[in-house]
């Protein structure tokens, strides 16, 4: 099976995964609430309250405010250095997937955690746009770091800190109490089955380097 096959599996996959969860969410599947429970018991029982300042520090770096901050900077780089149809793909992934966030939002509705809420936030729960934000973002980056990143130790390190951070704010929204963790896992579904369609046809289309690929 060829790399680029191998891809295509695995956008089908997120999407597959994705729209079972979708199924699961909007018939209230009892493996749902079981999952949900398990996690978020799991969860707070291994992270006490003395946690709660720095969960509540990494869930405000998934709002939209901060990744809008860190896309513009990023295209302001990629500008700086001509790159840009890197800025293009950091751009296009982050603001019409968003959006696409939203708009399944709007139409499953879904509530929220009844529980204390230790931030705010409003509007509906699935699919968590924190999770699929932060995944758009620091995926995108990762991605292109295997075109403009050489240096094979520096390459570990953007894996690592663009898994990272998704994974971190994805958690804290199940800590914060505001998701649930069915709404994470869907956050992280959409967003890799999005990244990795733009990703086939971005190369595609040429419209990112090749040297490193």
Excluded at 78 to 99: D, E, M, P, Q, R
């Amino acid at each position: 099976m060829s790399n680029q096959q191998k891809q295509i599996s695995f956008t089908l996959t997120c999407f597959s995964a994705f729209v079972l969860l979708l199924f699961s969410i909007t018939t209230r599947a009892a493996w749902v609430k079981q999952f949900d429970y398990t996690i978020n018991d799991w969860l707070h029982q291994n992270l006490s309250l003395k946690f709660k300042p720095i969960m509540i520090g990494i869930t405000t770096l998934g709002n939209p405010t901060s990744i809008v901050g860190l896309v513009l900077v990023v295209c302001l780089v990629c500008y700086y250095y001509k790159l840009y149809s890197a800025a293009g793909f950091v751009l296009f992934n982050v603001t019409i997937y968003t959006g696409l966030n939203h708009v399944i939002k709007s139409l499953v509705t879904r509530p929220r955690p009844a529980y204390e809420h230790f931030v705010h936030a409003g509007g509906y729960s699935f699919p968590s746009g924190h999770a699929s934000g932060s995944l758009l973002f620091w995926g995108s980056l990762w991605i292109l770091s295997r075109y403009l990143i050489q240096n094979r130790t520096w390459r570990r390190v953007s894996t690592i800190v663009c898994g990272l951070f998704p994974l971190l704010i994805g958690l804290s929204r199940i800590y914060v109490q505001v998701h649930y963790p069915t709404d994470v896992l869907g956050g992280f579904l959409l967003a890799a089955g999005c990244l990795s369609l733009t990703w086939l046809a971005f190369k595609r289309q040429q419209l990112l380097p090749t040297l490193h690929d």
